[in-house]
Nanobody
């Protein structure tokens, strides 16, 4: 069982930056692939980024590639999403997710979810 708590969302102007954090409970943090998803009003939840168990491999959605960076700190049981050059279309609730499988990218493939944190980018 893994519990996830996101933080770091907020309101930012276009072109600005935010860093999201996701704190995970449990002593097996290193056994889980960690991912970030987002969901805008009226839209389906979409994949943003994923990072492998040890952090060596990352994957990104094309819409955020080059602007967002996912990372993890095993000592702190935390995964981060650094978001730069934010655009109004990045506005959404951002969710952290965990799964023991290797680099899943579909929301349905993730077993554990946080409660979400709102990110709003103004133009």
């Amino acid at each position: 069982q893994v519990q996830l708590v996101e933080s770091g969302g907020g309101l930012v102007q276009a072109g600005g930056s935010l860093r999201l954090s996701c704190a995970a409970s449990g002593r097996t943090f290193g056994s889980y692939t960690m991912g970030w998803f987002r969901q805008a009003p009226g839209k389906e939840r979409e994949f943003v980024a994923v990072i492998s168990w040890a952090g060596a491999i990352t994957r990104y959605a094309d819409s955020v590639k080059g602007r967002f960076t996912i990372s993890r700190d095993g000592a702190k049981n935390t995964v981060y999403l650094q978001m730069n050059s934010l655009k109004p279309e990045d506005t959404a609730v951002y969710y952290c997710a965990a799964d023991p499988d290797y680099l899943p990218r579909r929301a349905d493939d993730f077993d554990y979810w946080g409660q979400g944190t709102q990110v709003t980018v103004s133009s």
